[in-house]
């Protein structure tokens, strides 16, 4: 689907506001897919579509975990995880976008993963640092988002576990696997305990 169509599509399915998020998603996700060597077509429209099912009903998104391939576990955990995998699905159903890469990235925008692809960090990022966010800690994710993308990911995914840490929410494991798989590839599991 060309860019222009892709953005066509999505902007009736979200608020002003998330509209506007996406767009700058996608600027973000443009300029760190171009500095990590990232194809730029498939970063723009996974940009464009990783928040498409933000504004489903808990029902459908629902009914969509129950009746697909989606992991069941995702309902026992809050619903926000859920827009990002149902997506995923959705894109394909509904408008014959079949791309692993571009599935795999929005699928896990929201948690990450073990294993992330450049392009998967490079959606996650530019959704954590988008010129609209304001969370503590973004400055210094974006200085080095400009040198290391991999050390910006592991500092992103650290903010969001504090984050929801202090709020006392629940984690879902995907959200850890990224932050350990992060944590061993920035310091080959030397960590301050050796670990
Ligand atoms: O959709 P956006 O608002 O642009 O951003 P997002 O999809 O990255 O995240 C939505 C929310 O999900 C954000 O407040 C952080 C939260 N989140 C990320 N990982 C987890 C989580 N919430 C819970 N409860 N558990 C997680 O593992
Ligand atoms: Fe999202
Ligand atoms: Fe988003």
Known sequence: MK????IKVVEPFLTKKRFEHTIRVKDTAVLLAERYNVSQSK????????????????EEMKRIIKESSLPKDLLQ???ELWHGPVASILIEREYGIRNRDIQQAIYYHTTG????SNLDMVLFLADYMEPGRDFPGVTQVREMAE????????????????????????????TF?????LTLRI?????????
Do not use: Q
């Not at 860019?3 to 892709?6: E, L, S, T, V």
């Not at 993308?149 to 494991?173: D, E, G, Q």
């Open 113 to 116: 993963r073990a294993n992330m």
């Open 177 to 181: 696997y990224a932050y350990n798989d």
């Open 147 to 174: 040198k290391d993308l991999v050390r910006a990911c592991w500092m992103a995914s650290k903010n969001t576990i504090t984050f929801l840490m202090h709020k006392n929410s629940r984690i879902y494991p995907d």
């Open 187 to 195: 310091n080959g599991g030397n960590g301050i305990n050796g670990d």
């Open 3 to 6: 860019i222009d169509d892709a």
């Open 77 to 79: 955990y809050h619903h």
């Open 43 to 58: 970063a723009e429209l996974s940009a464009i579509f990783h928040d498409y099912c933000k504004y489903r009903s808990l």
